[in-house]
């Protein structure tokens, strides 16, 4: 049998006062994959997190966790599976009367784990993320990064094997953002814990996902790794048109490291080729080149030798 995925959606629906906030939604997140999750304001992502973890019914589909269909569980079943899922949310819904020990401890206390059990497991989990030495701080005490970074511990005392984000950075600074992605990644990479990632940037999304799908007007589209996202929406915006002068710009997606080859084997095919724009993307696992060049039209098909020998997309840059 093949590997289980961590979750599977069929065919999801749900309604709000008779409008239809998600349709017909259907996709899967494998075990130990950090999948993002792409949407403006009131595209039904949140929406779709409550679906999944049991928190709102649907009207129609099937959401299946770890192999359990939550349609099927009973309310105690229910609670028992909600236990096993962690979640992370915007405003962090931290309790201000309880210090960081208090706040990170409570899903244990919820379910009677003795006290030096706790004591362990809090401990262990805030040396991982590096906030030991806040445990007695109080929230009020903490700045944005830091009361992000006890939500997290918080949802990972229980030791769970899924974590649901939502819109977990939005409130936070570039900096403190990237620290805490960074935290994803770690905790990604080290427990083998699998991330469904909502936000409405995808600035967040590219650097931490092995794939983003998009919700809009309630449907799932656009389920791909974010770097065949960014490239089709650059090359699509692209001029279909073929230009009649002596001149021609081209858009180049190239890999960061082959920049510089790239571009002396085509400036030996044609010295006269201007490069006019160069910007660099970072994604998960690599960091994409792209640049804009001006070539003369007579060169063209031998530059696109070249671009093809060195599998590089491009497209036509002209208005």
């Known amino acids: 049998m093949g590997e289980i995925n961590m979750i599977t959606v069929n065919n999801l629906s749900k309604n709000y006062h008779n409008k239809k906030i998600l349709d017909q939604i259907s996709f899967s997140v494998k075990k130990k994959e950090i999948f993002g999750i792409m949407g403006n304001s009131g595209s039904g992502k949140s929406t779709l997190l409550r679906c999944i973890n049991g928190l709102i019914p649907f009207e129609e589909g099937q959401v299946v966790v770890s192999g359990t269909d939550i349609s099927a569980l009973n309310n105690r079943e229910m609670n028992e599976f909600r236990s096993h899922i962690g979640m992370i949310f915007q405003n962090f819904s931290l309790v201000e009367r309880l210090n960081v ?4 401890a409570l899903p244990l206390k919820i379910k009677k784990i003795s006290k030096s059990v706790i004591k362990e497991k809090v401990e262990r989990i805030t040396q991982l993320i590096n906030i030991e030495d806040k445990l007695y701080a109080y ?29 977990a950075t939005s409130a ?8 805490i992605l960074t935290l994803y990644e770690k905790l990604n990479h080290e427990l083998g814990v699998t991330f469904m990632v909502v936000s409405h940037e995808m600035n967040v999304l590219k650097l931490i996902s092995h794939r983003v799908m998009e919700i809009r007007n309630g449907k799932a589209i656009n389920l791909s790794d974010p770097l065949t996202q960014y490239k089709q929406k650059r090359l699509l915006s692209m001029s279909k048109e073929w230009p009649n002068q002596p001149r021609i710009q081209l858009l180049l997606f190239v890999d960061l490291e082959a920049q510089s080859n790239v571009i002396n084997q085509l400036i030996i095919e044609d010295n006269s080729l201007i490069v006019m724009a160069t910007q660099s993307t970072k994604f998960k696992y690599k960091t994409l080149s792209e640049f804009e060049i001006e070539i003369a039209f007579e060169h063209y ?16 840059n002209y208005e």
């Open 301 to 316: 098909l031998d530059i696109k030798n070249i671009l093809e020998l060195n599998h590089i997309e491009w497209a036509v």
């Open 172 to 179: 936070l600074d570039p900096e403190t953002t990237a620290s």
């Open 101 to 104: 020990f208090e706040n990170i």
């Open 139 to 167: 929230p009020h005490q903490l700045s944005g990064g830091q009361k992000q970074r006890v939500a997290i511990a918080r949802a990972l005392v229980t030791e769970p094997e899924l974590i649901l984000s939502d819109e």
